[in-house]
Nanobody, 118 residues
Framework: QVQLVESGGGLVQPGGSLRLSCAAS????????MGWYRQAPGKQRELVAA???????NYADSVKGRFTISRDNAKNTVYLQMNSLKPEDTAVYYC????????????WGQGTQVTVSS
């Protein structure tokens, strides 16, 4: 079965850093694009950062220069390094895996809470 297991969330002060990890199993990781999404209370789920199977990067404007997505295919893991965190970054962060060749398939993790507060 497919599993996306997230870790690294928690409470951090403004200006601090966190690193989220998402370990995937049950998929051919190298042919999946990976992404991080977030959903804050009362808001739509939004793309934070994504990395395709070929290594192309995409970031939300709100996190450019602060967040970095990366992947380690040998470990079947995608990371989100979050620096200079702001209270508006507070949300549940979800790991997403999307197959980049047909048949297209998509999977989601359970989410991990990130709270930025003093």
């Amino acid at each position: 079965q497919v599993q996306l297991v997230e870790s690294g969330g928690g409470l951090v002060q403004p200006g601090g850093s966190l690193r989220l990890s998402c370990a995937a199993s049950g998929i051919s990781f190298s042919i999946f694009g990976m992404g991080w999404y977030r959903q804050a209370p009362g808001k739509q789920r939004e793309l934070v950062a994504a990395i395709t199977s070929g290594g192309r990067l995409n970031y939300a404007d709100s996190v450019k220069g602060r967040f970095t997505i990366s992947r380690d295919n040998a470990k079947n893991t995608v990371y989100l390094q979050m620096n200079s965190l702001k209270p508006e970054d507070t949300a549940v962060y979800y790991c997403n895996a999307r197959r980049d060749i047909v048949p297209f398939r998509e999977y989601w993790g359970q989410g991990t809470q990130v709270t930025v507060s003093s």
